[in-house]
């Protein structure tokens, strides 16, 4: 055992466990319904022939990536892409944060993607309160898209929206997830650390964004339609079923060109 494990109180990393595993619990319990819902609206997309995309800014990108070109899920979801925004994949990264407060930037962003009318995004943004995430939403829907908003809607009554609107992301979607998640998005305090630590937004909202895509899959089952799954490439066999999958629906399926 390193020196660095053996300094780290083991309660400490118990606290952070449970409090990650009663949020789950709590989005479990509270929003079964709206997942069920989000499964529901998933699968009229598919089953119409529309096309699936996801997106999310900074660290609030890693749950949509998740659900993208990923084992076990929807080979139809698609990243839309915003240009230094994706994670933390700008110099510095500090500009990836800017980028969500400038306004225009999603309606450019939409005009030039492959979205259409009849098709569904799922915006994921922890606060809300940013203009991308609610200006991708306005422009998303005057654009005849769904979209399903995953956010903490707790923001929406203890901060201030950055838009010129004054209005949050939940307040532009069809349907709205709410990941429980409280203000800050920290879970633990210990003596010596001057800021509260340890977020549990990525995890919460990464089993939120699972569980609507299973949800999804069995809906489509239910309808007779073979829900279009990838499987894993490292089992065998798993490269050829994704090939057939990708070409059976290859005009809904993006992150390949």
């Not at 005849?144 to 903490?152: A, D, P």
């Not at 939940?170 to 203000?183: E, F, G, M, N």
């Not at 609507?212 to 066999?237: F, W």
Request: aromatic share 4%; hydrophobic share 45%; glycine share 10%.
């Amino acid at each position: 055992m390193s020196e660095s494990t053996r300094s780290v109180p083991a309660d400490l990393t118990e606290r952070y466990f449970d409090a990650a595993i009663a949020l789950l619990r709590t989005v479990r319990d509270e929003e079964a319904g709206h997942i069920a819902e989000a499964g529901t609206l998933i699968a009229d997309t598919v089953q119409a022939g529309g096309r699936l995309f996801a997106f999310g800014a900074g660290h609030s990108s890693l749950p949509a990536q998740d659900v993208v070109y990923r084992a076990g899920s929807l080979a139809l979801m698609n990243l839309l892409k915003v240009p230094g925004v994706v994670g933390v994949d700008v110099m510095p990264a500090t500009l990836g944060s800017a980028l969500e407060r400038v306004d225009g930037l999603a309606g450019a962003v939409l005009d030039t993607s492959p979205a259409v009318a009849g098709d569904l995004l799922v915006i994921i943004s922890l606060s809300g309160r940013n203009s991308l995430p609610v200006e991708m939403a306005l422009n998303a829907r005057a654009l005849g898209l769904k979209v399903i908003g995953v956010t903490s809607v707790a923001y929406a009554t203890e901060t201030k929206s950055r838009h010129t609107s004054g209005t949050f992301l939940k307040d532009h979607c069809d349907l709205v997830l709410d990941s429980k998640i409280s203000i800050g998005d920290a879970e633990l305090t210990a003596d010596g650390v001057a800021a509260p630590f340890a977020p549990a937004s990525t995890v919460v909202t990464s089993a939120l964004m699972q569980a609507v895509m299973a949800s999804a899959a069995v809906e489509l089952a239910a309808r007779g339609i073979d829900p279009p799954m990838l499987r894993s490439g490292n089992v065998d066999g798993g490269h050829e079923w994704n090939g057939r999958v990708m070409t059976e629906y290859a005009d809904r399926v993006f992150y390949r060109h």
